[in-house]
Nanobody
Framework: QVQLVESGGGLVQPGGSLRLSCAASGISISTCTMSWYRQDPGKQRELVAILSTGGATNYAEAVKGRFTVSRDNAKNTVYLQMNSLKPEDTSVYHC????????????RGQGTQVTVSS
């Protein structure tokens, strides 16, 4: 059974940093496109960062230059380093793994809360 477990969220002051982790089991992240989303209740989820199997990355305009997505295949874990955090970054962050072969199944974790506030 595939499981993605996020951790590393919490309360941080504006300008601070957090590193989120997404530990995968039942699936090899090296064979997946990995991504981080954020979503608030009642709102559409927003793609934050995406990391391809080949290492290419893409980021939402709102986080470019501040967030960095990376993976450690040996640990089967994906990370999201978040620097210079702003109150508008407050949200629940989820990681997502999508296989790159048909039928392209996709899996999502339960999420971790990030709150940026003074």
């Amino acid at each position: 059974q595939v499981q993605l477990v996020e951790s590393g969220g919490g309360l941080v002051q504006p300008g601070g940093s957090l590193r989120l982790s997404c530990a995968a089991s039942g699936i090899s992240i090296s064979t997946c496109t990995m991504s981080w989303y954020r979503q608030d209740p009642g709102k559409q989820r927003e793609l934050v960062a995406i990391l391809s199997t080949g290492g290419a990355t893409n980021y939402a305009e709102a986080v470019k230059g501040r967030f960095t997505v990376s993976r450690d295949n040996a640990k089967n874990t994906v990370y999201l380093q978040m620097n210079s955090l702003k109150p508008e970054d407050t949200s629940v962050y989820h990681c997502n793994a999508q296989k790159t072969v048909p039928p392209y199944p996709s899996y999502r974790g339960q999420g971790t809360q990030v709150t940026v506030s003074s």
